[in-house]
């Protein structure tokens, strides 16, 4: 089986990915699933990082509203039932929306208090999600993914095959939080450019015009990222070096990529939802919110993990 | 008045601790301050007094300081803050530096600023620019206001630069909520100490609203004040600093019947409760001029509101004086008028514009200067022009400042001595027409008077005058 690659930080080193050969056994969209599914159930543990999490987005989204920051917390199927949503990595407030005015004009000690925010919260997703992709990790048996899809590997067998610890490394977590942080900062720079120079649709344009940039630009890049973090956790790589690893992953599997993408993004979303009509929006907000991150942030960092798993026992090579 | 209270109380206390939380610890003040040269709202205070206390204005005729041509006027009353003047017309919005007239003129592709009510200016905790309200009808937007942050175009309703959207039962951040049309009514929010006062017809509300995020400090159902069995739609409203109330004027409608009740109640600005309601008559709708009630017809100054309605029996326009600490009903003044088209308040006097008809001969102003005390006339004069554009929920009603009356007309702009109401100078400027002739350039917008110039929108163009 692939075992991870651990050279960056000192852990054990594993074959890398690039020397490993090409497997036709390689495992589809179902066998992820289904590997998803059943580690969940074998290990409901993996829950608790995320739920954690969601504690904190869930507390995080609620102070957001009684804040003087403008912000809405809207809650599934307010956007529509059929709402295309992407997700790097889980957020710990999927319910909020902001619009670019939200950044202009702030005054010093305000953006620092938002950007501060920010990265607690980013700090916060990476180590649930680092501490879910690595114990997930360690439950995946790749040669018998490969060979039984639906098989899992038994639960503590890891530690017996050699395989890393269930902390992730501190110079894997602190890669993990700059490229999360990375993705954080592009996203606020979008929305500042976008209301600083009045950047918006154009007259006359419409909103095939916004599906198709977002179907053409947003889709194809965020599915290139979508492994990143896993070739961070599991296999030990730079950021830079992840993306292209994640980058490859995609090309070979687009479809696949794609449809795990829009799932967990649109899970992510819907299960905002399912406390909608509270008695109190505020509850309604907190209880969707931790739902949400709980149980989609946990499916989105297994699935990642299974799929960096699978696919790099498949062999990868950037040329 | 319960329902009220109960409104303010959780929502209140969470909304003031997120506050203290978020700024109060910060140590934060609103920005940008303010300034006697200020002009942040229709009718320059929360009381729409539309006076300008220290100001100081020639008595011998006005220069032209600069001048922003257009093609199209439309022009929508300016407001002037942090030394920048925002004025929106048919196709764009100016964002000017006050004493030049150097600036911006975001040309608008969409709804931004269209089919919109007097915008308003207010400060802000969070942001350095204090934050432009837009009304559009009974939803509000609020839009960063940096005067060097406006592009050259505003497309859509410019969701780029908006920071929060609200309409009397929402607030959002990232959405337009459902518009409605504005009416006959005179939706421009107050702006008292941050805190934006407005009116929402379509949810029959007056609400309070923070100016940072537009969250709701409080909210009255204004249906609430009607009798049984009647319909109560708002006019308009003021805020009386002096005394904290804001005062609503509503027009009430039994259903099914033509009979209209005007209606003024007093609300606590403090915490959004009822202090008193007070009818000054019972009026047929059958009998009035178009638009019943005129929009524009509240003032108040100094714990005093001033009202204009109709005289049920002699079909005379009427101001009528209340305490605005308990809605009590003072002097009342019947004034021989057709139309009316503005008032405005200083320390001693009210000064009044008005039409009247006089036979075979078109709609002239007619202008008195009353006793604030007692109602009595100090003097009236009247003036051979009329206003470009009269029945509007909003038009252009004087202003006082220094020792003069500014009183826009189709003939430009007129200055009476306010102590005596004798004219001082007429600024008349000519605008070529398409037939090789030349009219008039009109006064369009009330004479905004800020550190000692007047910023006025006239036929086809903008001035700055010193």
């Known amino acids: 089986m692939s075992t991870p690659n651990d050279s960056n930080d000192g852990t054990p080193t594993g074959t890398e990915p690039s020397q490993q050969p090409a497997d036709d056994a390689s495992v589809g969209l179902i066998g992820l699933i289904r590997i998803t599914i059943m580690l969940l159930r074998a290990r409901p543990a993996l829950l608790v990082p995320f739920a954690l999490a969601g504690a904190v987005g869930a507390t995080s989204a609620v102070a957001r509203i009684e804040s003087p920051y403008p912000v809405d917390m809207v809650a599934f199927p307010a956007n529509g039932v059929v709402h295309l949503s992407v997700a790097l990595v889980p957020t710990l407030e999927p319910m909020a929306e902001v619009n670019s005015g939200l950044v202009l004009g702030l005054k010093p000690v305000f953006l620092a208090v938002l950007i501060g925010w920010q990265v607690g919260l980013a700090l916060a997703v990476t180590v649930a999600f680092a501490g879910v992709v690595r114990l997930a990790a360690r439950s995946i048996s790749k040669t018998d993914a490969i060979s039984s899809p639906s098989a899992i590997s038994e639960v503590g067998s890891d530690e017996s095959r050699g395989l890393p610890g269930i902390v992730p490394s501190l110079v894997r977590l602190g890669w993990l939080f700059a490229y999360v942080l990375g993705v954080q900062v592009v996203l606020l720079a979008g929305l500042f450019v976008v209301g600083a120079f009045g950047i918006g649709p154009g007259p006359g344009s419409t909103g095939l015009g916004l599906l198709f940039g977002w179907l053409f630009v947003v889709v194809p890049i965020a599915s290139g990222l979508f492994l990143t973090p896993a070739a961070i956790v599991i296999g030990g790589k730079r950021p830079v070096e992840a993306v292209i690893e994640s980058a490859v992953y995609a090309v070979r599997r687009p479809l696949s990529v794609v449809v795990l993408l829009l799932t967990t993004g649109y899970l992510g979303t819907v299960l905002t939802g399912v406390f909608h009509g509270g008695p109190s929006p505020r509850i309604g907000v907190a209880l969707g919110t931790f739902t949400s991150v709980a149980v989609g942030g946990t499916l989105h960092a297994i699935v990642v993990a299974a799929a960096y798993i699978c696919w790099s026992a498949d062999g990868y090579s950037s040329h | ?466």
């Not at chain 2, 804001?246 to 099914?256: C, D, G, P, Q, S």
């Open chain 2, 1 to 466: 008045m319960k329902n009220s209270v109960e409104n303010v109380s959780r929502r209140a206390v969470l909304a003031g601790a997120g506050s203290l939380l978020g700024a109060g610890c910060l140590g934060a003040e609103r920005t940008p301050g303010t300034s006697d040269t200020d002009w942040r709202m229709y009718g320059r205070d929360p009381g729409r007094t539309r006076f300008v206390p220290n100001a100081s204005l020639p008595r011998d005729g006005v220069d032209i300081a600069w001048e922003r041509s257009v093609s199209a006027s439309g022009w929508y009353p300016p407001v002037v803050a942090n030394e920048t003047v925002y004025c929106q017309y048919s196709n764009g919005l100016f964002v000017l530096d006050a004493a030049t007239g150097e600036g911006t003129r975001a040309s608008t592709y969409g709804p931004f600023g269209r089919d919109i009510l007097p915008m308003a200016f207010a400060s802000t905790e969070l942001y350095r620019d204090g934050v432009l309200v837009v009304p559009y009808g009974t939803v509000i937007g609020g839009y960063a206001a940096d005067r060097g942050g406006w592009p050259d175009s505003v497309s859509g309703i410019g969701q780029e630069r908006a920071r929060w959207w609200l309409d009397g039962d929402s607030t959002s951040a990232s959405r337009l909520p459902p518009r409605a049309s504005a009416g006959e009514w005179l939706g421009s929010p107050l702006v008292v100490d941050g805190t934006l006062v407005s009116l929402h017809p379509r949810s029959a509300a007056l609400s309070a609203s923070d100016s940072d995020d537009g969250s709701n400090r409080w909210r009255f159902d204004l249906e609430t004040v009607a009798a049984d069995g009647y319909v109560a739609s708002p006019v308009g409203h003021v805020v009386d600093t002096t005394t904290g109330t804001a005062v609503v004027k509503l027009r009430t409608r039994r259903e099914e019947a033509a009979v209209v009740v005007p209606l003024l109640v007093g609300i606590s600005s403090e915490n959004g409760s009822l202090e008193w309601r007070t009818t000054t008559d019972e009026v047929s709708s059958g009998d009035t001029k178009p638009g019943v009630e005129p929009a524009d017809s509240l003032t108040t100054r100094d714990g005093t509101v001033y009202t204009i309605d109709w005289n049920t029996s002699t079909r005379a326009l009427r101001l009528c004086e209340l305490d605005a600490a308990t809605g009590e009903l003072g002097w009342t003044k019947s004034l021989d008028r057709s139309e009316h088209i503005g008032v405005a308040v200083d320390e001693a006097r009210l000064y009044h514009v008005g039409l009247i008809d006089r036979e075979e001969m078109p709609e002239t102003f007619r202008i008195v200067a009353l006793d604030r005390d007692s109602g009595s006339r100090r003097w009236a004069v009247t003036i051979d022009d009329a206003p470009l554009v009269p029945r509007l929920p909003y038009g252009a009603p004087p202003t006082v400042a220094d020792e003069h009356l500014l009183v826009p007309g189709k003939r430009g702009l007129h200055a009476l001595d306010r102590g005596t109401g004798e004219t001082l100078w007429t600024f008349t400027e000519m605008v070529p027409t398409s037939g090789g002739g030349s009219v008039e350039r009109s006064g369009m917008t009330p004479a905004v008077v800020t550190d000692d110039r007047i910023v006025i929108g006239t036929t086809l163009a903008l001035y700055g005058l010193e």
